[in-house]
């Protein structure tokens, strides 16, 4: 599997995989900046001993793990857009059927592992 980022401060590489399922690999949540075209984000901390660092990393990057169709990007918000994906920390369910809501439905699906994961290990 193709590495796609590099922890900045420990090393570490990863792959969508490790991103998705290294228990150590903590998502935070997703930011939306619309500055004429969009741009999300996916922020991840990774909770390791002696490195705590927190990256971020394209919605896109992610694409190839969204099962259900992703509508086309539009310029405009829709209507009624909740806004969740301008706040980094907003992690309930968006019921807007916009480009970036099945990128947010991954995102609610890992932290639900995640913390299933650190559940098991509690």
Known sequence: MEKLKQCTTCGTWF???D???DPAV???GM????????????FFQHRLTGCDTTFAMSVSEFAERIEE???PPSSTAPSPCTGH??????L?????????SPFRQLL?????????????KA
């Open 15 to 17: 792959t969508l995989e």
């Open 92 to 100: 309930s369910q968006c019921t807007t059927d916009c480009h970036l």
């Open 69 to 71: 169709p992703i509508p």
């Open 108 to 120: 609610l699906d890992m932290i639900a592992k995640k913390s299933a994961l650190e559940d098991k």
């Open 85 to 90: 994906c301008v706040h980094l920390g907003r």
């Open 19 to 21: 991103i998705l399922t």
């Open 26 to 28: 903590h998502p935070l």
């Open 31 to 42: 930011l939306c900046i619309d500055d004429k075209r969009i741009q999300a984000y996916y």
